[in-house]
């Protein structure tokens, strides 16, 4: 504690009282470029946006394999995790993965449900990636439909340094206390060649495979055969096989790369009922009905930029994906180990041909950059009514077929008043093949003053098209009716930000970084499923009805000093949310609900080791939300849920051997060994929502790690 309060007072002393200030910017902050939400590559310092980025420094450090590892200890975001499924997806502001786009080299990645939208997170690999950059708020103009809260744009290595630079990995983590060299705990390896053929041409190739055991906590495994519902597995294995490589070509002002990824998952479901099988005059056995997973994700991307006419900057992206899931069903026999009546069927599929496209530098002078462009989605969708029931024009089908296009055009000015002052204003409009046609609008300002300190304002909006599920789901059962409703229309948010960011070089040799945000988002028409009737059977429907307000101040600190490195965070969000159930005749209260995080990461190197020591925390605070339900006598009523506090911590030591050629990296996540926290839901019986308490998953407790990578780089 007596060293985060000395951290403060000397972070407020270097912004108050400029004596211990040395006229510089801090060199490393300067020569940090990114690309997101750009005109062009350019200095962070110059980025009208408030970029935060994730270096692969970072990523290292925590052994991250997937986006999953990364993401739990950065302010504003939430990790959410199902243990019935293994997804793992992200919410921001209070807001779920379907207002959060997640691109690769701008891209957006194709999902379930959604265009960059509602990603699993474990299915995003990070073996080649250089870096993660991340914009909070309604991005709408430069990045289309969905990007509500925020966007998260993944930049992939597409240089070497050397003529040759191979990478062999193989990492062990236990899965809480579980570890068995096959069965138990997680099991990666991964492989990567990159060469440069000549001054012009570069490639790279890569595999990982990921074997994820499964948790057991008090379950017994696919091979129990005593039937009291402990067979199976509490979080399902699941097994993951990438590949990935990218050819480039660059010669003066001309820069093309293709680059192709496969993804393939399977996830086994082990049923802990099992059903008597007549096996007389033998004594009784026992099968259980099983399922499996399948999803295969091919992703093709050409990019070509460079200049036009030497003059005209110009970036051309086309991308083809698709995806895949199968479910096969299958019955297995416990005291024979084997499988019978195996059938296998594709229950979703989605097909997408995506282009963008960007035309800059249209002026002679750096006073004024303006820029147009253009994307083009064609989406084409399939589910199965294995996945689910759905309907079309009120008519209950056997599977759905759709086909989703949007045009966009869109058009961005930066104009630098001067060399300390720019203001950036942007456009977009959609075609839309499904909705009514879309607009978004945002202006940027930046200003530095004599000091060194940046200052950002800016105001966007966006929209969110409603996903499949919300268009088309039907289910009903005695007790249950849902149904998506295809007339839904998009949703609109506007957000609003100001941002102030400061580095400063002490006399005593530390460093100082600061970066203080408010954050604005306003939501109209909010999609939700809402009671819509409570006898004889409860009657959901999915329906435009709910306004969203939220509100974010958030700081980050960082402090350098020879081999230290400190950083600390805090964020605070409220959240409005008004349901108006008019065919109920009840709405919620709109007051805002208060939720607080706190992140923070300390690091020391020892050089003469060639060891890095690294520890992270982050706490999540309590937060509220009122969910509809019903009374003791059955009428509808909203009641306030609670979710309480908790806190994450990991670490890990890293350390380089034989000129940096070995590196071994140990550690621990989840140090205080969290596998779920208490869900209160206060009142409400009969109805969705029950009285009481349930826990929410988040973890599967503190699990350790060692990672040795293998490093050979020549000319």
């Known amino acids: 504690m007596k060293s985060k309060i000395t951290l403060i007072v000397t972070f407020v002393f270097c912004h108050i009282s400029f004596a211990q200030e040395k006229d510089s910017i ?58 019935s499924d293994g997804r793992s997806t992200v919410s921001m502001f209070g807001l779920d993965a379907q207002y959060f786009k997640i691109l690769v080299d701008n891209i957006p990645l194709v999902s379930d449900t959604g265009m960059g939208t509602n990603v699993d997170l474990t299915q995003v690999n990070l073996d080649d990636v250089e870096r993660i950059e991340i914009i909070e708020g309604s991005m709408g103009v430069t990045h289309g439909a969905n990007a509500v809260s925020g966007i998260l744009n993944i930049i992939t290595k597409k240089a070497a340094t050397k003529k040759w630079e191979i990478s062999a990995t193989v990492q062990e983590e236990t899965v809480g206390d579980e570890y068995a060299l096959f069965d138990k705990g997680r099991h990666i390896q991964a492989l990567k060649i990159a060469h440069n053929f000549n001054e012009n041409w570069y490639g790279n190739v890569g595999a990982n495979h990921n074997n994820f055991a499964g948790f057991f906590d008090d379950k017994k495994g696919k091979d129990y055969s005593v039937n009291d519902g402990l067979r199976g597995y509490s979080w399902l294995p699941k097994e993951q096989f990438v590949g990935n490589g990218l050819l480039g070509y660059k010669k003066n002002n001309f820069n093309i790369f293709y680059k192709f990824d496969y993804y393939g998952e399977e996830v086994n ?156 204003p942007g456009i977009r409009y959609s ?42 789901t039907y289910f009903v059962d005695s007790n249950h009716n849902m149904q998506g409703n295809p007339e839904l229309v998009p949703e609109n948010s506007t957000s609003y930000e100001l941002s102030f960011k400061r580095d400063c070089l002490l006399n005593s040799g530390g460093q100082i970084a600061n970066n203080i945000a408010l954050t604005f988002l306003d939501v109209d028409d909010r999609i939700d499923m809402v009671l819509t009737q409570t006898t004889p059977t409860l009657n959901y429907k999915y329906v ?9 101040v958030s700081t980050t600190e960082q402090y350098t000093y020879k081999n230290w490195n400190v950083k600390v965070g805090a964020a605070l969000v409220g959240i409005s949310q008004k349901l108006d159930l008019a065919a109920l005749n009840i709405t919620s209260d709109d007051k805002f609900l208060y939720s607080l995080q706190l992140n923070s990461s300390i690091s020391y190197n020892i050089p003469k080791w060639n060891t890095l020591f690294a520890l992270y925390y982050k706490y999540n605070g309590q937060q509220q939300q009122f969910v509809a339900g019903t009374d003791e006598n059955g009428d509808a009523k909203f009641f306030l849920n609670e979710v309480k506090p908790y806190s994450w911590m990991d670490t890990s030591v890293r350390k380089t051997f034989f000129k940096n050629q070995l590196e071994v990296t140990a550690g621990a996540r989840n140090l205080f060994d969290i596998q779920s926290v208490q869900l209160i839901q206060n009142g409400g019986t009969g109805g969705a929502h029950t009285s009481g308490g349930s826990d929410l998953l988040l973890g599967y407790g503190r699990s350790y790690f060692l990672k040795l990578t293998y490093n050979l780089n020549f000319n």
């Not at 990114?34 to 946006?49: A, D, E, N, R, Y």
């Not at 209950?396 to 060399?419: G, H, M, P, R």
């Not at 200052?455 to 969110?464: D, E, K, L, N, P």
Request: charged letters at 25%; hydrophobic letters at 30%; a neutral charge.
């Open 26 to 83: 801090v060199a490393n902050k300067l020569a940090e470029v990114v690309v997101t939400g750009q005109l062009g590559p350019q200095s962070i310092k110059k980025s009208v946006f408030n970029v935060r980025v994730i270096s692969k420094e970072d990523i290292k450090q925590l052994a991250a394999n997937n986006l999953s590892d990364v993401l739990n200890q950065y302010l504003n975001i939430t990790v959410q995790n199902s243990g």
């Open 269 to 424: 479901y082990y049923n802990p009922i099992l059903n008597p099988q007549d096996n007389y005059p033998f004594p009784e056995t026992y099968y259980a009905k099983d399922k499996r997973y399948f999803t295969n994700r091919f992703y093709h991307h050409l990019n070509s930029n460079g200049k036009l006419f030497s003059k005209l900057n110009y970036n051309v992206s086309l991308s083809h994906q698709k995806q895949e899931r199968d479910l096969e069903k299958f019955n297995y026999q416990l005291e024979t180990q084997e499988e019978f009546d195996n059938t296998r069927a594709t229950y979703q599929s989605k097909e997408v041909l995506y282009s963008t496209g960007t035309l800059s530098n249209f002026f002679n002078t750096k006073k004024v950059d303006f820029q147009l462009g253009y994307e083009i989605t064609n989406e084409k969708g399939f589910y199965d009514a294995i996945a689910g029931l759905f309907f079309d024009n009120l008519q209950q089908l056997k599977n759905v077929e759709k086909e989703l296009d949007n045009y966009d055009i869109f058009t961005v000015a930066e104009i630098n008043l001067s060399d300390k002052f720019s203001v950036r």
């Open 431 to 472: 075609f839309q093949s499904a909705f009514d046609n879309q607009y978004a609008s945002s202006l940027g300002l930046r200003y530095i003053f004599k000091k060194g300190l940046e200052t950002r304002a800016s105001i966007g909006t966006s929209f969110r098209t409603p996903n499949f599920d919300e268009l088309y």
């Open 544 to 552: 435009n009805i709910n306004k969203y307000k939220m509100w974010n």
